[in-house]
């Protein structure tokens, strides 16, 4: 099946510094989704973004879907240190009962 | 909140044993998914159903089956585990329509030897 290209595939930061992810498709999708997994732990859904061009914030998180459909971007500003994890895109195309795509995740590791 | 909840986990079986792994969720929801987590690899869709008693493969079905006698429950079956089986197993549930939300239980850490 298809996944979505997500990048960086990691990320080494300084504590304080805004963070910018992004995922993009060769296809279509109806509905993005950000979750955030950390270790042994199963996702959490941070924003989820429904029409083409919205922009949704959530705390310190800001999230777009892109005009064109085809990809959207997460962008964490004044990173902490609780911001540790792997950030997964998800994408969905239909009614929702043909699951996710998922893209391959974002490590994001914060240095104090 | 909606609650997504599997049974266990962490789980150790042998090679050639059945394994069930349980999921329950408590929000009515339609849709039920199982997915498995290797590093390098992502998510990958096993297995999914729409409704009790529907089922619909996924992207990487084999070796693994599903039942859903209920609405709020859906299974993973191993029929007969083996060692590349070992992955991190997430089950995940949402509400039918065009732009819904997928919510996703704890997961459960299995290992085979």
């Known amino acids: 099946g298809q996944q979505l290209n997500q990048s960086p595939q990691s990320m080494f930061i300084q504590e304080g510094e805004d963070v910018s992810m992004n995922c993009t498709s060769s296809s279509i999708f109806n509905t993005w989704l950000w979750y955030k997994q950390d270790p042994g732990e199963g996702p959490v859904l941070l924003i989820a973004l429904y029409k083409a061009g919205e922009l949704t914030s959530n705390g310190r998180l800001t999230a777009q879907f892109g005009i064109t459909r085809k990809d959207s971007f997460l962008n964490i500003s004044a990173s902490i240190p609780s911001d540790v994890g792997i950030y997964f895109c998800a994408g969905q195309k239909g009614g929702g009962a043909d699951g996710l795509t998922f893209g391959k995740g974002t490590h994001l590791i914060i240095q104090p | 909140d909606v609650k997504v909840t599997q049974s266990s986990r962490y789980l150790v079986k042998r090679t050639g044993e059945k394994v069930f792994l349980e999921c329950v969720q408590d929000?009515?929801?339609?849709?039920m998914f199982w997915y498995r987590q290797d590093p390098g690899l992502g998510l990958r869709l096993i297995y999914f159903?729409?409704?009790?008693?529907?089922?619909e493969k996924g992207d990487i079905p084999e070796g693994y089956s599903v039942s859903r006698e209920k609405k709020e429950r859906f299974s993973l079956i191993l029929e007969s585990a083996s060692t590349n089986q070992t992955s991190m197993y997430l089950c995940?549930?949402?509400?039918?329509?065009?732009?819904?939300?997928?919510?996703f239980g704890q997961g459960t850490r299995l290992t085979v030897v």
């Open positions: 995940a549930s949402s509400p039918y329509g065009l732009n819904t939300e997928a919510f």
């Open positions: 159903s729409y409704d009790v008693k529907m089922k």
């Open positions: 929000m009515d929801h339609e849709n």
